[in-house]
């Protein structure tokens, strides 16, 4: 691998060249499903929702001091179930939101919901809140498969959830669909499909059920697993009846309608900045001296015992305190990395003057990769200066990005 891909970085970025969202997370769910390995949390008893509020509003105080002027392209409240908390606690951090940082004219402002939870809840008061876009974690359209899964809602309450969000005035859902599930064959994943596609949303993420560590499948994985040969059949099938039903594929697990992809997420797949903040929640912030993250503590008690307490004191006695209120620079040798890790994601791939505003590199970097991975025929590039992959690298993503790990995450070069 050239070795100028280990080099400090060689532009000067202009942060306000790159676009910046806000991800809110809100930890608490109905239950806990035994596939997930988000930062979220069983609701036992009644979650401390104005308490948690008031320790995000805190939260937002120092998202703003590492903004600056920029403006706000999208918000995004992930968990968790959101809908765990009622309008009047969405409509406060929306509020909050608003008196700290200007939002682009017509921002996408996107809440995840379950069916289960969405029931419970009042889409109209969310929508009055100022969200204005929905995305619910429908999963499977099987009550069999659910079931297997350990969701609490029924197939049933998908549809009745999604029709109260129309009523409400929701004209951009997106419907979560897992696919090679317990048990699932080409023609049960494809049924999921197209009652999802019935429903006609604006978006789908059909994504791959996978056994992530530290969740109870990791530990004692279901029966009935689909194989690799199953697996590959299950996913052409799948995205053959997607495209026939209108959808265009643009990211791994993404599909939507014309113009109706997910601006959130493409912020983070065209590695964009992203301000966070609640329990877990990690962000990204580029400044003229390069990129830097930062994450919050995990656990909701200590993420809002840490908020309460001035932070003056917090600096000035703990050190711990210090590290979770302040980001930490990205290594420049990381850098190309975790650009790739994001944008090779895309179905369009991204352009090489975007990679020198976004990571302060110079594209000429990746001469030598590019070079080797478009003979080996897993990337293509196009005029303009846009590279993408090819629809065999697409098939072999993993073996694709490690050819843009640093060296010694390798330990040889490719």
């Given at each position: 691998?050239?070795?100028?891909?280990?080099?400090?970085?060689?532009?000067?970025?202009?942060?306000?060249?790159?676009?910046?969202?806000?991800?809110?997370?809100?930890?608490?769910?109905?239950?806990?499903?035994p596939?997930c390995?988000?930062?979220?949390?069983?609701?036992?008893?009644?979650?401390?929702?104005?308490r948690?509020v008031?320790?995000?509003?805190?939260?937002?105080?120092?998202?703003?001091?590492?903004?600056?002027?920029?403006?706000?392209?999208?918000?995004?409240?992930?968990?968790?179930?959101?809908?765990?908390?009622?309008?009047?606690?969405?409509?406060?951090?929306?509020?909050?939101?608003?008196?700290?940082?200007?939002?682009?004219?017509?921002?996408?402002?996107?809440?995840?919901?379950?069916?289960?939870?969405?029931d419970?809840?009042?889409?109209?008061?969310?929508?009055?809140?100022?969200?204005?876009?929905l995305?619910?974690?429908?999963?499977?359209?099987?009550?069999?498969?659910?079931?297997?899964?350990?969701?609490?809602?029924?197939a049933?309450a998908?549809?009745?959830?999604?029709?109260?969000a129309?009523?409400a005035?929701?004209?951009?859902?997106?419907?979560?669909v897992?696919?090679?599930?317990?048990?699932?064959?080409?023609?049960a994943?494809?049924?999921?499909?197209?009652?999802?596609?019935?429903l006609?949303?604006?978006?789908?993420?059909?994504?791959?059920?996978?056994?992530?560590?530290?969740?109870?499948?990791?530990?004692?994985?279901?029966?009935?697993?689909?194989?690799?040969?199953?697996?590959?059949?299950?996913?052409?099938?799948?995205?053959?009846?997607?495209?026939e039903?209108?959808?265009?594929?643009?990211e791994v697990?993404?599909?939507?309608?014309?113009?109706?992809?997910?601006?959130?997420n493409?912020?983070y797949?065209?590695?964009?900045?992203y301000?966070?903040?609640?329990?877990?929640?990690?962000?990204?912030?580029t400044?003229?001296?390069?990129?830097?993250?930062?994450?919050?503590?995990a656990?909701?008690?200590?993420?809002?015992?840490?908020?309460?307490?001035?932070?003056?004191?917090?600096?000035?006695?703990?050190?711990?305190r210090?590290?979770?209120?302040t980001?930490?620079?990205?290594?420049?040798g990381?850098?190309i990395?975790?650009?790739?890790?994001n944008?090779?994601?895309?179905k369009?791939?991204?352009?090489?003057?975007?990679?020198?505003?976004?990571?302060?590199?110079?594209?000429?970097?990746?001469?030598?990769?590019?070079?080797?991975?478009?003979?080996?025929g897993?990337?293509?590039?196009r005029?303009?200066?846009?590279?993408l992959?090819?629809?065999r690298?697409?098939?072999?993503?993993?073996?694709?990005?490690?050819?843009?790990?640093?060296v010694?995450e390798?330990?040889?070069?490719v």
């Open positions: 691998m050239n070795t100028a891909m280990n080099t400090a970085m060689s532009r000067t970025i202009n942060p306000a060249e790159i676009p910046l969202a806000l991800y809110v997370h809100l930890p608490w769910c109905a239950k806990k499903c596939y390995d988000f930062n979220s949390f069983t609701a036992t008893r009644e979650p401390p929702r104005t948690y008031d320790a995000l509003l805190r939260d937002l105080d120092l998202n703003r001091a590492l903004s600056g002027e920029r403006v706000l392209e999208s918000v995004f409240l992930g968990g968790g179930t959101p809908s765990l908390f009622e309008p009047a606690d969405i409509a406060r951090i929306l509020a909050g939101i608003r008196e700290r940082f200007d939002l682009a004219a017509g921002a996408e402002i996107t809440m995840e919901a379950n069916p289960g939870t969405v419970c809840g009042d889409p109209a008061g969310y929508r009055e809140a100022g969200i204005n876009r995305s619910i974690g429908a999963q499977s359209f099987s009550d069999a498969a659910l079931r297997r899964l350990g969701r609490i809602h029924t049933d998908i549809g009745a959830s999604f029709a109260a129309r009523e005035g929701f004209d951009n859902i997106n419907l979560d897992m696919f090679c599930l317990p048990g699932q064959d080409v023609a994943a494809v049924a999921d499909i197209d009652a999802a596609v019935a006609s949303p604006e978006h789908i993420s059909w994504y791959h059920l996978t056994l992530e560590p530290n969740t109870v499948f990791h530990a004692r994985p279901p029966a009935g697993l689909p194989n690799e040969e199953l697996a590959a059949d299950i996913q052409i099938a799948g995205a053959e009846r997607l495209v039903g209108g959808f265009r594929q643009y697990s993404a599909w939507a309608r014309s113009g109706r992809e997910c601006r959130h493409l912020n797949w065209t590695f964009g900045d301000l966070a903040a609640g329990a877990g929640a990690h962000g990204k912030i400044t003229a001296a390069g990129i830097e993250r930062f994450e919050r503590p656990n909701p008690e200590a993420y809002m015992q840490l908020l309460e307490q001035s932070l003056e004191q917090n600096l000035e006695q703990s050190p711990e210090r590290e979770a209120l980001s930490r620079p990205v290594a420049a990381d850098v990395f975790e650009f790739m890790l944008a090779l994601r895309l369009d791939g991204f352009s090489l003057g975007d990679f020198e505003r976004a990571t302060g590199q110079d594209r000429t970097v990746l001469t030598s990769t590019l070079g080797r991975l478009t003979e080996a897993l990337v293509e590039a005029e303009g200066g846009r590279v992959p090819s629809e690298g697409y098939d072999v993503l993993n073996e694709l990005l490690a050819a843009f790990l640093p010694s390798r330990g040889q070069r």
